[in-house]
């Protein structure tokens, strides 16, 4: 779909599916809409019956995504995928989509690792019933102590202290602190339309079963509420499950990030 009339037909698509179309949207959305076709940006509309759009992929660079709520998508998006895999790093998108796509195509798919994220979605805010520390809004200078809390965490270490000032600046983030320092961390990661995912939640091992993760991620989402926002939330580790639903987070489904390596 090219130009700025695809771009903004395949987003409408996008957003009406909900939290399926979250990894495209966000997607699309970091992408200026005179770029489809063009350059570093490829949207696919999959046309079923009377050129009705049944699912779309969407590919920034080396990351691409796909959502398709019916089946009869999946076949087409399946050969896009093959056609787009050279250029493709990382491909994510809801798990019924992404298992079909795999299913479809072994052998795309044999050497590509899978990451399956539990997705939940914010119902009504619950308050915590224990007394959690104090939490403020992230500041430039935090960006230091957010970048080691970051380090001991293999799957988020950040590769210096000015890609996490980038990301400060780029999205809202909440630290809790004890002792006058910032222990724990959420931030805003990923935005589409009305949605908006809170995420890269830390705590610094030597303070950790205090509260303060909870304290960050109830920030963050009280900001995004505050902003007419609805919260999504991801994670991989079962363990961390009960933070997460014990504050009104409810599972919606799972999506799945697929990775190559690089050749
Ligand atoms: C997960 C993490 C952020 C929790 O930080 P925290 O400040 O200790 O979390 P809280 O004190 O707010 O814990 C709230 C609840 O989460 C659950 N929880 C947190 N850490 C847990 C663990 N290691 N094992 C089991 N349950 C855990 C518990 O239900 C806990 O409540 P409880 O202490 O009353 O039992 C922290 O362990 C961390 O940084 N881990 C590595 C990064 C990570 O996994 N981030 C989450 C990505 S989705």
Do not use: K, N
């Not at 809409?33 to 969407?58: F, I, K, N, Q, R």
């Not at 896009?80 to 895999?85: D, E, I, K, M, P």
């Not at 809801?94 to 479809?104: C, F």
């Not at 210096?160 to 961390?185: H, K, S, W, Y």
Request: proline share 9%; charged share 20%.
């Amino acid at each position: 779909m090219r130009g700025a009339g695809g771009w903004a037909r395949a987003t409408d698509f996008v957003a009406a599916q909900g939290w399926p179309g979250f990894d495209s949207g966000a997607l699309l959305e970091s992408a200026p809409p005179s770029s489809p076709g063009s350059g570093d940006l490829e949207v696919v509309g999959c046309l079923g019956d009377g050129g009705v759009l049944g699912g779309v992929a969407v590919r920034s660079g080396p990351r691409g995504a796909v959502v398709a709520p019916l089946p009869e998508a999946w076949p087409p998006l399946a050969g896009w995928v093959a056609a787009a895999r050279p250029g493709l790093a990382l491909l994510s998108g809801p798990a019924p989509v992404l298992d079909a796509l795999a299913a479809a195509r072994p052998a795309l798919f044999e050497r590509a690792g899978e990451f399956r994220l539990w997705m939940t979605v914010l119902g009504t805010l619950q308050p915590s019933a224990s007394t959690l520390p104090p939490v403020r809004r992230a500041r430039l200078r935090d960006a230091p102590v957010l970048h080691q809390i970051y380090g001991g965490i293999p799957w988020m270490r950040l590769a210096d202290v000015a890609t996490m000032r980038a990301r400060l600046r780029a999205q809202p983030a909440f630290v809790a602190e004890i002792g006058g320092r910032p222990v724990a961390v959420a931030r805003w990661t990923r935005r589409f339309r009305h949605l908006v995912e809170v995420g890269a939640v830390a705590c610094d091992p030597d303070h950790q079963r205090q509260g303060a993760a909870t304290a960050v991620v109830i920030a963050a989402c009280q900001a995004a509420r505050r902003a007419r926002r609805q919260v999504l939330l991801r994670y991989g580790d079962p363990e961390t499950g009960p933070l997460y639903h014990r504050l009104g987070f409810q599972h919606v489904g799972q999506a799945v990030i697929r990775e190559w390596p690089a050749a």
